[in-house]
């Protein structure tokens, strides 16, 4: 039902809801390759401790999954607690990358006010911490996000791929999912109220690596065009990828429509993230009757950009091949009425 849906928000570490305790220094610079969220985190050599007093049902922990390990001891370690009560720690991943989990509720809590805190022990590895995602209360009794960046997952009912060929894929390796196309011309439409978009997606392997482009419209304006530089020279997967940001907008209900113009990597939506976003599912959009128009640019939804081409020379090679089969069969028919024509 429209109105009952909460979305996750983000809230970066440099929020001023956030209390640190210990040695934490906050840090623009990432430890391991991909972006951070807000590009910035902190970090704390020794033991550090943070706390975020929240209304809502669920909340995790995010930051850079990257450790070492000595004599079956890994550092850094941490441990998370909501209201005292510990919550289950994410174990590290096997590729070191930002934007990881690194605690989480793994069952709804009361939807009343609660206390997160979690606290890291470095003995040389740092701890890096990046933000928080949480599931707000929808009318909260207690502290409330301050104007969050709102979370769209790429099957968030309020997004639309009305045009083109899109397909969910999941990587087992992450446990996350995706909407993947290589069709050029496909299309994705958002309407929402907020003041910024950030598309995150991927660089897959396994696809073609060379670049592509794609564009985005707001409100049915001028599309402006974004590279999607592809995945040339990495045999793995590159994660947590930002291809576009939009510019600021005023705090209203805006849409947004977003084209693949191809023509070699493709374009993948893991989620977007909406500045001072909408948190309840409030109903879709009516798709405009121009949805498929806002960019004439590039390969204009034409699957093969090459194929006109391929028709040509198909169409010339056809040709010469009929000639060549009428000239045998003549040849061959003059031979038989010389044969003939010796026989009489």
């Known amino acids: 039902m429209a109105g009952t849906v909460s979305r996750w928000a983000f809230i970066d570490d440099i929020s001023s809801s956030i209390k640190y305790t210990g040695p934490w220094y906050e840090t623009t610079n990432s430890p391991v390759p991909g972006p951070m969220y807000g590009k910035s985190q902190h970090g704390v ?22 450790a070492t390990q000595q004599g079956g001891v890994v550092d850094p370690s941490w441990e998370c607690t909501v209201d005292g009560v510990a ?18 509720t793994t069952s ?21 911490f990046d933000s928080l995602l949480l599931n707000p209360s929808v009318n909260p009794t207690g502290a409330k996000p301050d104007q969050p960046d709102v979370l769209y997952l790429y099957d968030d009912p309020s997004i639309q791929y009305p ?4 397909q969910a894929i999941s990587d087992t390796a992450t446990g996350s999912f995706g909407q993947i196309t ?23 392997a396994g ?17 402006t065009t974004f ?28 849409n947004i429509t977003v084209k693949f113009l191809g023509a070699a990597a493709p374009l993948f939506l893991e989620y977007l993230t909406v500045q001072n976003g909408d948190l309840v599912f409030t109903g879709n ?32 090679l056809g040709g010469v091949a009929l000639i060549v089969l009428i000239v045998v069969i003549f040849f061959l028919w003059r031979k038989l009425q010389q044969r003939r024509r010796i026989k009489g």
């Open 45 to 66: 050599n020794g033991t550090g401790s943070l706390t975020y007093d929240f209304s809502g049902t669920n909340i995790r922990a995010v930051g850079t999954s990257a």
């Open 87 to 104: 919550i289950p720690v994410v174990a590290v991943s096997a590729i070191p990358q930002n934007q990881r989990v690194l605690c989480q």
């Open 108 to 128: 709804p809590l009361a939807d009343t006010q609660h206390t997160f805190a979690l606290t890291a022990k470095s003995a040389g590895t740092p701890f890096w």
């Open 163 to 166: 045009s083109g060929s899109w």
């Open 182 to 204: 290589q069709q050029a011309g496909s299309t994705m439409y958002l309407g929402f109220t907020g003041t910024k978009v950030t598309w995150y997606g991927r660089m897959v």
């Open 207 to 223: 696809y073609p690596s060379g670049a592509s482009q794609g564009s985005y419209s707001i409100d049915g304006g001028s599309p």
């Open 227 to 254: 590279d999607i530089p592809g995945n040339f020279g990495s045999w793995s997967t590159q994660y947590q990828q930002v291809f576009f940001e939009t510019q600021t907008l005023t705090r209203e209900k805006h």
């Open 285 to 316: 959009d009516k798709l405009p009757a121009s949805i498929g128009d806002h960019d004439k640019g590039g390969y204009d939804g034409d699957e093969h950009p090459h194929s006109s081409t391929g028709v040509i020379v198909g169409g010339v």
